[in-house]
């Protein structure tokens, strides 16, 4: 029901900044809590931070400082502002959407994830 398209990752140096973008479709987007998530290859998937429909904000405790997450409803986007970038912030980074459907279930979307490599 919920498309999600990231975007805006690349090479970057240490030290430099990105900003991803995740556009969502198909649904109403603010009645979604979103989240960003990363994988590097050999590790396990791992939370970076999360916005729910509300606004409230949630790090991961390695980020937190460097990153922010924001949403713009309008525009059904979800961003992930990555400042003082680090070689082990380099991963796979995913969108993700969630929503309870009852009080059992919880309906959840991927992107496709775009990549993000800090390297000199």
């Known amino acids: 029901q919920v498309q999600l398209v990231e975007s805006g990752g690349g090479l970057v140096q240490p030290g430099g900044s990105l900003r991803l973008s995740c556009a969502a479709s198909?649904?109403?987007?603010?009645?979604?809590?979103m989240g960003w998530y990363r994988q590097a290859p050999g590790k396990q998937r791992e939370l970076v931070a999360t916005?729910?429909?509300?606004?409230?904000?949630n790090y991961a405790d390695s980020v937190k400082g460097r990153f922010i997450i924001s949403r713009d409803n309008a525009k059904s986007t979800v961003y992930l502002q990555m400042n003082s970038l680090k070689p082990e912030d380099t991963a796979v980074y995913y969108c993700?959407?969630?929503?309870?459907?009852?009080?059992?279930?919880?309906?959840?979307?991927w992107g496709q994830g775009t990549q993000v490599t800090v390297s000199s």
């Open positions: 993700n959407a969630a929503r309870a459907v009852s009080m059992w279930r919880t309906a959840t979307y």
């Open positions: 198909g649904s109403i987007f603010s009645q979604y809590d």
């Open positions: 916005i729910v429909s509300g606004g409230n904000t």
